[in-house]
């Protein structure tokens, strides 16, 4: 195993549940000039990975879960002429990093099976697994490994190594007389300064190191002593060289390295700032292939880099999911590596055809790397701040969030990665304790971050059957529509239903229903945009839900129709195609939808003997007319839309009740660090500022700024042993706010409580900074009915301070509360107040008041202090309070989650305690996907279909739960 952490993230999938609910299998996208006619090897055992060829390249070792009684995994040789697979190791133990020797008579490997505790390993993993109990899956670096060889010919295992620690990622020299190998041996034999003990108890690889020795275990040399993880040495071709992956000290990152061994020369031949690891020479020693997930942390992509790093990496995978571990044959023209993207998601190796000149070609034309002469300096951070809450840090603070660097600090763009690691270098600074001891400041989550129209769409039209087809121009001819299903059609009649609605009888208005005797199951059906002219503004506003793109196309899915063609009638001076929508992309419809120009639709019309603009005119009156079927239609079409995903991620850090000590409680504070980037969705801009970087200085670069000084005030008397507090202190600066409360949300998805006893509850209280730089005349807090304790700790808080606070008992606000009050946390949230240069460029840091956020931090730190100081705090349920809700005229108490499914339905971050859907069973994470007898698919079907239900009356909804469909009995309630 050349690095056990990245690998096992992505092989031991069910025992990464969070991360896994999020790892979708996506078709392969590579490179074709470079690899072609990929396969699947492996398909034996519950995951295989590590193949390495033999020096013939008729052969390959790997290492596989396939071995009866053992769940770890052991040691395989596959012919790959014959197909005959044997194992090569004890079946004993576990077993890792094989590699043939270059005669083919003998196999190294490391092997656990001398480890007296072996068997009760295995049992006790099988319990763990059959228990089905989530849990992170992490290497556990046993010092049990030592390295082995095996005699192919006589079966005798000879053991190469035997001092304490873990020994492996072992490989045999060309000339087969030395190996290359990770030990962390030293950190046993030596005693280790109290620092350097604290991190050998979370980090057992810190101390792994490059060593070498002769092929009978004898000449021991240590090539690296640099702190931090060193792993995964392969020899080049000629053997004058090694290859591995460095990791910084915290773990975070990992880069490529290089040594001539004459000299023990070390190069770092890559700078990616990622996690970059696996490397492996191609035979031509002219460049190195190695795997990286600058793409996004649960996105590992192979890459190529020339031998010397002096021209940037060529990415050579495209696609989500884990490809790594990658390998040459020793003729440099198959590729074999390891991937997850098998049907059932677990990772085992396949192989492509390599195409070596073209690569030399791209590597020719790369652009020249800059190296750095020294290490990158960090963007200020906390560190030059003061212990004192200040206008001036605060200003320091939000002057960087709000800079042209940071680009708006749009969820999951570079711009938004530099503001996290700005937070995370401040908590740092200021003392405090990372999140997680696996992944450090950050909590990963992935979203759905844009849609692309494919190459692949394409649209053919014939006027008569026997006609030449003729092939439409996308964007010029036809659009996809963004929430359209994606597939091939071949329409030969089309439907034509007029404006496409079916509208109820009202007080004011008659029935209008353009599908009257029309069958349209399995068929297509074009409309018009929009509603007849001739309607009455009045009847236009109160229809306009009717008029969308999506209600439409929801209408002629409902009644079985497969696709629906968009037409502007002639209502409408320009014939112009809508712009394709890249917002909300995983929000589609089971239906395919497109629209095409009335140039286009007039000729479809043309060909079967009837004029669109007389049927316009006929229908814009407003009175129902007749629609009628298009018999002799021919179009054929691609829908391809790619729906990409991108990675966000909350920082996050501690502040220990008692130092070294966890406690069993917390107090959260927490402000979301993203904003809307350049605007292209949200944006309130005026028509000369669109398109310009939305710093977003109030919203919400002023309450990452609060928090940042809060958290540095609390720090600073902890480190004083001043800090009273019955809990540890979590404080958490939120991505994917402004998308949907996606960070918040995915933190509770994986911290819910199930404890329902506020004495027992994790969270004592969630207290809320969104927008809180523009105080005039008053703070309001809302959230001040979530717990009877709140106006007692606010006036105690706010005496010496004197804000003038407007109190709100609401706790149902669009913000990062919403997740943890639906859950049964109480919450405050800080607002000064909406102003009109909200989601605009002209939210600009000149414009904040400083000395007010310095007094509404002053606020929070008191706040938090008061509360520590309690043994616990009530929660009250509210019920959403009265207000205009249009249509909806009954109350559920569900709260909609904007972030991740890929299945379609409405996803539920919560729901309101003592609601309906709380009484009658709906849970957090439940997909809705029927209710009343409605298909649900997206949030407006969810809609429609609450405004059909009353007040009282019985209904059933369908949840997807844990991938199993339950039926539950709901009761809406009146508003």
């Known amino acids: 195993m050349k690095f056990k952490g990245i690998y096992l993230m992505f092989k031991a999938g069910f025992h990464l549940s969070l991360f896994f609910a999020f790892a979708f299998f996506h078709p392969i996208a590579f490179c074709t ?243 970059s690891w696996a490397p492996f020479f191609h035979p031509s020693d002219q460049y190195l292939i190695f795997s990286t997930n600058l793409h996004g942390f649960n996105n590992f992509e192979l890459y190529v880099v020339d031998v010397e790093g002096k021209k940037h990496p060529q990415r050579v995978t495209d696609a989500d999911g884990f490809d790594g571990l990658p390998a040459f044959s020793p003729d440099g023209k198959t590729l074999a590596w390891t991937s997850n993207r098998t049907n059932d998601k677990k990772s085992q190796i396949f192989m492509a055809n390599w195409n070596h000149e073209e690569m030399l070609r791209r590597l020719d034309l790369a652009p020249a790397r800059t190296i750095p002469t020294q290490p990158e300096k960090q963007k200020d951070s906390g560190k030059e701040t003061s212990g004192e809450v200040n206008a001036k840090d605060i200003r320091k603070h939000l002057l960087y969030l709000c800079s042209e660097e940071l680009e708006g600090r749009l969820t999951g763009t570079q711009g938004n990665k530099k503001a996290s690691q700005y937070v995370a270098d401040s908590f740092k600074s200021f003392g405090m304790e990372p999140y997680s001891k696996e992944d450090g400041w950050f909590q990963e989550f992935p979203f759905f971050n844009s849609a692309e129209l494919s190459p692949s769409c394409r649209l053919d039209f014939a006027g008569r059957p026997w006609s030449d087809p003729e092939r439409l121009a996308i964007k010029k001819d036809w659009i996809p529509m963004s929430f359209s299903d994606s597939g091939n059609s071949a329409v030969k009649e089309i439907v034509f239903a007029g404006y496409g609605v079916r509208i109820k009888k009202s007080e004011n208005w008659p029935e209008y229903d353009s599908y009257v005797h029309l069958d349209v199951k399995d068929k297509w059906v074009m409309v018009l945009r929009k509603l007849p002219g001739a309607w009455s503004d009045k009847r236009k506003d109160a229809s306009f839900h009717h008029s969308t793109f999506r209600k439409k196309a929801t209408v002629a899915r409902d009644l079985g129709a497969k696709g629906i063609i968009f037409v502007t009638d002639f209502a409408e001076p320009k014939d112009k195609l809508i712009e394709f929508s890249s917002g909300t992309t995983n929000e589609t419809i089971s239906i395919q939808a497109i629209m095409v120009t009335r140039e286009l639709a007039a000729k479809i019309f043309r060909a079967q003997g009837k004029d669109l603009k007389s049927v316009c005119d006929r229908l814009s009156p407003g009175e129902p007319q007749m629609g009628f079927t298009l018999k002799t239609v021919r179009l054929d079409m691609e829908v391809s839309i790619l729906r990409k995903k991108g990675i966000g991620r909350n920082t996050l850090g501690w502040i220990r009740a008692k130092p070294g000590r966890k406690a069993k409680r917390m107090i959260m504070v927490g402000a979301h660090l993203d904003h809307i980037g350049y605007g292209k969705a949200s944006s309130r801009a005026k028509k000369s500022q669109k398109g310009k970087m939305h710093p977003g200085a109030d919203d919400n670069a002023s309450g990452i700024s609060a928090l940042l000084e809060i958290a540095e005030f609390l720090a600073e008397l902890r480190a004083k042993g001043l800090l009273q507090s019955n809990f540890d202190i979590l404080l958490a600066a939120w991505s994917g706010e402004e998308i949907g409360l996606l960070g918040s949300s995915f933190f509770m998805r994986a911290n819910a409580p199930d404890k329902k006893d506020p004495k027992e509850r994790e969270i004592i209280a969630y207290l809320n900074l969104d927008m809180v730089g523009r105080y005039e005349d008053k703070l309001t807090l809302h959230g001040v009915g979530s717990s009877t304790a709140w106006k ?184």
């Not at 009343?932 to 009282?952: M, N």
Request: aromatic share 10%.
């Open 33 to 275: 000039e470079v690899i072609s006619k990929t396969r699947q090897l492996t398909f034996e055992g519950v995951r295989s990975g590590e193949g390495y060829f033999s020096a013939s390249g008729d052969k390959m070792v790997y290492q596989s879960e396939n071995h009866e009684g053992n769940p770890f995994y052991q040691i395989y040789l596959l012919d790959l002429k014959s197909g005959e697979n044997k194992l090569v190791s004890t079946g004993k133990g576990k077993t890792t990093c094989a590699w043939i020797h270059p005669t083919e008579k003998l196999v190294l490997f490391s092997s656990t099976h001398l480890d007296s505790n072996a068997s009760l390993k295995q049992k006790l993993e099988f319990s763990e697994r059959e228990s089905g109990k989530a849990r992170k899956y992490s290497w556990d670096y046993d010092p049990n490994y030592d390295v082995f060889s095996k005699d192919l010919t006589s079966g005798k295992i000879r053991r190469l190594t035997s001092a304490p620690g873990y020994d492996a990622e072992g490989s045999y020299s060309p000339d087969g007389r030395k190996i290359a190998f990770a030990s962390n041996r030293n950190a046993y034999s030596r005693e280790l300064t109290p620092d350097e003990a604290k991190i050998f108890a979370r980090d057992k690889s810190y101390f792994n190191d490059i060593f070498m020795m002769n092929e009978d275990g004898t000449g021991l040399r240590q090539l690296t002593r640099t702190p931090g993880y060193d792993g995964g040495p392969f020899f080049n071709s000629p053997g004058d060289r090694l290859c591995w992956r460095r990791f910084s000290p915290d773990g975070h990152k990992a880069e490529i390295y290089t040594m001539k061994l004459e000299k023990e020369k070390e190069r770092q031949v890559t700078n990616l700032g990622a996690m």
């Open 792 to 975: 007692q700790l606010i006036q105690r808080a706010n005496i010496p301070i004197g804000i003038n606070l407007n109190l709100q008992n609401d706790s149902h606000i669009p913000t990062d509360t919403t997740a943890f009050f639906t859950n049964g946390v109480p919450i405050l949230s800080a607002f000064t107040g909406l102003h009109e240069d909200y989601h605009s460029p002209s939210d600009t840091p000149d414009k904040i008041n400083y000395e007010g956020i310095v007094d509404c931090s002053k606020l929070y730190v008191r706040l938090v202090e008061g509360i520590g100081r309690r043994e616990g705090m009530d929660y009250v349920a509210q019920a959403p309070p009265p207000k205009s809700r249009g249509k909806l005229r009954v109350y559920l108490g569900t709260i909609p989650d904007y972030s991740q499914t890929d299945q379609k339905g409405l996803l539920l971050s919560g729901v309101s305690k003592g609601g309906p859907a709380d009484s009658a069973g709906v849970r957090s994470g439940d997909l809705v996907v029927e209710l009343g007898g409605r298909k649900v698919e997206t949030i407006y079907d969810y809609t429609d279909a609450i405004s059909t239900l009353k007040a009282g009356n019985e209904t059933k909804v369908v949840v997807i739960r844990k991938g199993k469909a339950v039926e539950l009995k709901i009761t809406p309630s009146g508003r």
